[in-house]
């Protein structure tokens, strides 16, 4: 009686298909965040009879032959890439990535980390920092006594001073991309770190190389879409409520073979 470990693998996989949902809903005003999706495998099968050997009964092929699966699997549960909506702040240092690419921050031990998370900050010194503290590369300062704030879209920082007509320079926010951004490890707090999967990052300038532009007083939404994930949810319980079922039915015929004198 397979049916039994069969089923409890189906019911496996439905409860971590609505882990993943109930992740997605609860990052719904997560910025920046994309939605994730479970996949499934099936598992490997009893060859009972393969495919293509010869019947002992009258010499002749087997067509199809007789093959067991044995239940489902998770495969993995990958980002599903999508541009979020660009909700307006009017922050002057907020800034939405419009198109690919990672900013890049800097945590306390040294190593690098990035972010799609645009909502930055300042330190008492003036250092551009994510709302966690982590410097954004590569370190712009912004002055005590400027006026105002500018960035444009390849991420150049400009600050306006009192008394001044044309603004100051200050530094470039780039921008860095991957060959597999799916890749990418997640470690919480809007933030990922390279892997072997992702590949080595590509530090360029916003807008060239295929890397999106930056867009000030913008924040980029959450991607999750709330009527796909209901539909999911109700998909991964009814999966669940059946495979249940099969467990049920198995047991029943379990207790059929004992009461047989």
């Known amino acids: 009686m397979k049916a039994l470990q069969i089923a409890a693998t189906g019911m496996s996989a439905q409860q ?3 882990d993943v949902v109930s992740n997605n809903l609860a990052n719904m005003s997560t910025t920046g965040y994309n939605a994730r999706r479970a996949d499934f495998a099936d598992l490997h099968y ?3 009879a393969r495919p293509g050997t010869i019947s002992a009964q009258d ?4 067509p199809t032959g007789v093959q067991l699966g044995l239940g489902v699997r998770p495969a993995a549960v990958s980002v599903v890439l999508a ?3 660009l909700s307006a702040t009017g922050g002057d240092l907020d ?3 419009e198109g690919k690419g990672y900013l890049e921050v800097t945590l306390p031990s040294g190593a690098a980390a990035y972010t799609r998370d645009g909502a930055l900050k300042r330190t008492g010194d003036g250092l551009i920092v994510t709302s966690d503290g982590h410097a954004v590369a590569p370190g712009i300062t912004l002055p005590a006594d400027a006026r105002s704030v500018s960035i444009n879209g390849t991420g150049e920082v400009y600050a306006y001073f009192e008394g001044q007509v044309e603004p100051q320079l200050l530094g470039q926010l780039t921008l860095v991309g991957f060959t597999n ?3 990418l490890e997640a470690m919480g707090s809007n933030l990922f770190v390279e892997s072997p999967a992702s590949g080595p990052p590509m530090a360029g300038v916003a807008g060239q190389e295929g890397l999106g532009m930056l ?5 980029e939404e959450s991607s999750v879409d709330a009527v796909r994930e209901v539909t999911e949810l109700i998909k991964a319980q009814r999966g669940y409520e059946l495979n249940a079922k099969v467990i049920t039915a198995a047991d029943q015929m379990l207790s059929a073979t004992t009461q047989v004198r």
């Open 59 to 62: 010499g002749t092929m087997l």
């Open 46 to 48: 009893q060859q009972l």
């Open 83 to 85: 541009q979020g909506t």
């Open 95 to 97: 800034v939405a990535i």
């Open 181 to 183: 951004e799916k890749g």
């Open 215 to 219: 867009r000030q007083g913008y924040l």
């Open 16 to 18: 971590m298909r609505v």
